[in-house]
């Protein structure tokens, strides 16, 4: 059974930082396109940025774009989300999802999600 573990969410001050990881097992990322997602209380989950199997194209919101990076290191088979210049706007659960194809989307059709991690930025 795949699974999805995300890790380093916590409370942040707002311009500060936060990198979150997602590792799975009985996947392999790098045949995967794997992107996160995040939702905030009341609102419904929404994606935030992704990455291709196999040629690392990436790709991500307008609200993020700019201030987080995606990006997967092969040998460790996980997806990090680095995120600078937080805001209380990027308070949410975040989730890392993947899929069985290569192919980025937006929608929230991945095959797999993780538990998520909580991702708190004070103002």
């Known amino acids: 059974q795949v699974q999805l573990v995300e890790s380093g969410g916590g409370l942040v001050q707002a311009g500060g930082s936060l990198r979150l990881s997602c590792t799975a097992s009985?996947?392999?990322?790098?045949?995967?396109?794997v992107g996160w997602f995040r939702q905030a209380p009341g609102k419904e989950r929404e994606f935030v940025a992704a990455i291709s199997g196999s040629v690392d194209n990436t790709y991500y919101a307008d609200s993020v774009r700019g201030r987080f990076t995606i990006s997967r290191d092969i040998a460790k088979n996980t997806v990090s989300l680095q995120m600078n210049s937080l805001t209380p706007d990027d308070t949410a659960v975040y989730y890392c999802a993947a899929r069985t194809s290569v192919i980025i989307t937006t929608l929230n059709i991945y095959n797999y999600w993780g538990q998520g991690t909580q991702v708190t930025v004070s103002s």
């Open positions: 009985r996947l392999t990322f790098r045949n995967s396109a």
